[in-house]
């Protein structure tokens, strides 16, 4: 067992408890939800006995307290992806929303009839249908980069041949939630700002398992969200270039997000809370941080090891047992900690039902890439999915079971 586990209630209850059969759980699904550690859960809890109180609006010191907190995890958050400035971090309630707020405000006022706006055919519904409302609105196109159906990688002949002076936007994931391919989105970047287009990034599965560098990737945009990243549920992040969040109009309005007010006048205020429309969700915004700072202490070196020598362990495992296959590369080295497979005439929903019979959780069905499983002709599949806090133990067990299920399904080879 590794050392990290001790950190999570959730694994800590299971652990004391691992000689009783029916008390294990194997949690393969980090992809869906990460765990939270106990260092987050007290930071919420903290938060809420002494400075519960509405940020940003009081005068008095307990407001004044919970404003520093939720500022100082905005700092938190911008040191964490090197932002130049903690005003370029816009809190959210997802990365679903933050592309949403994209897509309403720059991509409502950017694109027009005859534009295009190219995206990968691997994205997360989150990354696609915010652009094609887009274009369905303005009368623009989507473009699709379609990527090799044996290794999950888009060739650069795609890029090359779609990205062109009639691109406005880029949206590309970083790491597929179905493949787990890291796209080259630096490149892609250095090619979107050459026709003059912009860059955005979803970073939902990437930002929690390796270091991201906005600088240094020259995205214009980037969304993640908390909860896979060890954070509270209900809150996201996104990040932009000041020059284009402050060029952009709000996407909701009402309390805090304004300057001035008058009857027929409304001045909006700096950012980010231009952005912020409400009460905000300080708490989580606490949490937030104390994950990131519990992650940084972890280290994405190690992280990124063990990570990879888990699906090593897995993947040449599978590789063992017959009528499995692999959605996307077989390469262990071109994932990102996620493994997609089908097993031959066990439908993905009772490959996941059987192994919960064995206290195994993993994820199955389309994984909200509907247009990916019909590209490469799977409309559902299996996904198990592994994070730092996992084990060899786990994924040896997980092995064991999965080379069981076709004999569970009433196969007799």
Request: aromatic share 10%; with cysteine.
């Amino acid at each position: 067992m590794n050392k990290y586990r001790k950190d999570f209630p959730f694994f800590k209850a299971i652990d004391e408890h691992s000689s009783k059969e029916n008390e294990q759980l194997v949690y393969f699904d980090t992809s869906a939800t990460a765990q939270r550690p106990f260092l987050v859960l007290d930071a919420m809890k903290h938060f809420y006995a002494t400075a519960n109180a509405n940020p940003l609006r009081g005068l008095y010191d307990l407001s004044e307290r919970a404003t520093q907190a939720y500022e100082h995890s905005r700092d938190t958050i911008a040191q964490f992806i090197n932002a130049k400035e903690s005003c370029q971090i816009i809190f959210t309630r997802n990365a679903s929303e933050s592309l949403n707020l994209i897509a309403y405000t720059y991509g409502m006022a950017n694109v027009n009839a005859g534009d295009e706006i190219v995206i990968t055919g691997m994205e997360h519904h989150s990354n696609m249908l915010p652009w094609r409302m887009v274009c369905e609105a303005k009368g623009a196109k989507i473009v699709y980069l379609e990527c090799d159906k044996e290794s999950g990688i888009i060739p650069d002949s795609e890029y090359q041949s779609k990205i062109t002076n009639k691109t406005k936007i880029v949206a590309m994931t970083h790491v597929s939630n179905v493949l787990g391919t890291e796209n080259p989105v630096k490149k892609v970047a250095a090619m979107a700002h050459k026709v003059g287009a912009v860059m955005v990034v979803d970073g939902a599965q990437s930002v929690p398992h390796m270091k991201v560098d906005v600088q240094d990737l020259d995205c214009d945009f980037l969304a993640f969200s908390g909860h896979k990243l060890c954070g509270p549920m209900g809150i996201g992040v996104l990040y932009g270039k000041k020059e284009l969040l402050e060029a952009m109009p709000p996407f909701l309005r009402g309390g805090e997000m304004i300057e001035y007010v008058t009857r027929d006048k409304v001045t909006y205020a700096e950012l980010p809370h231009k952005f912020e429309a409400g009460t905000v969700s300080a708490g989580d915004a606490v949490g937030l941080a104390a994950a990131v700072r519990y992650i940084q202490s972890v280290g994405f070196d190690f992280i990124e090891e063990h990570e990879r020598n888990l699906t090593i362990r897995m993947m040449e495992g599978m590789k063992k047992i017959p009528h499995i296959h692999f959605v996307g590369s077989d390469d262990p080295l071109k994932r990102h900690g996620i493994v997609t497979f089908t097993i031959d005439g066990v439908h993905p929903h009772d490959i996941a039902t059987l192994l919960s019979d064995e206290h195994i959780a993993i994820r199955a069905g389309h994984h909200c890439a509907q247009p990916l499983g019909q590209y490469l002709g799977i409309q559902s599949s299996a996904r198990a999915s592994l994070y730092f806090y996992n084990t060899e133990e786990e994924v040896d067990y997980f092995l064991e079971k999965i080379a069981k299920i076709r004999e569970w399904s009433g196969y007799k080879d």
